[in-house]
């Protein structure tokens, strides 16, 4: 007797595949600074637990984990987490969602990344602590106009230009949040 797997639509097929993988890596472009990068190219996170998708768009600029520098031998602002941070980096620019819901997101990210269950959750414990002081701040800074997402139009960052002082320069070229 020949057995059949039950018919399940190819497009449900693919949402499981994709709900369960860890974030694709996209190019970042640094700045000169060493703490910023920009995103070159929209990269994508399916939350396995809601099905739901995160966009971050091309030209958002990220510090990835935003770790404090005496930290950094044990917990660098990269790792198997930095995609994860960068979902998260944008969720807290966006503030579409709550913080607590980001931060949920950013553990779940971690988690289907391969990060160890004993760094994500001291590392998203660490940003439950300590994040409100960065989600304010970027209240502040959408709030002020001050960009965060670079226009295709200005993607062609000058060498040696840090991101603070770019970010002024799209300031001054009346470049705002959406």
């Not at 920009?38 to 939350?47: A, G, L, N």
């Not at 553990?107 to 590392?123: A, T």
């Not at 994040?131 to 139009?153: C, D, F, L, M």
Request: proline share 9%; charged share 25%; net charge neutral.
């Amino acid at each position: 007797m020949k057995r059949t797997l039950p018919f399940l639509p190819l497009f449900f097929v693919a949402w499981l595949l994709s709900a369960c993988a860890p974030i694709k890596p996209v190019p970042l472009i640094p700045f000169i600074d060493g703490n910023h990068w920009m995103v070159f190219s929209p990269m994508e996170y399916t939350r396995a637990s809601t099905g739901v998708t995160y966009e971050v768009p091309e030209g958002f600029v990220t510090d990835f984990a935003s770790i404090p520098r005496p930290l950094w031998p044990i917990y660098p602002k990269t790792g198997r987490y930095q995609l994860a941070a960068v979902v998260h980096d944008y969720l807290y620019w966006e503030q579409t969602t709550s913080r607590k819901e980001a931060d949920q997101i950013f553990l779940e990210g971690m988690e289907e990344s391969g990060v160890s269950k004993k760094d994500r959750l001291i590392i998203y414990h660490a940003v439950r602590k300590g994040g409100e002081g960065a989600w304010k701040k970027n209240a502040e800074q959408r709030a002020a106009g001050k960009p965060r997402v670079i226009p295709s139009e200005h993607r062609d960052i000058p060498a040696n230009t840090e991101w603070e002082e770019y970010r002024e320069f799209l300031y001054k070229e009346g470049v705002r949040p959406e």
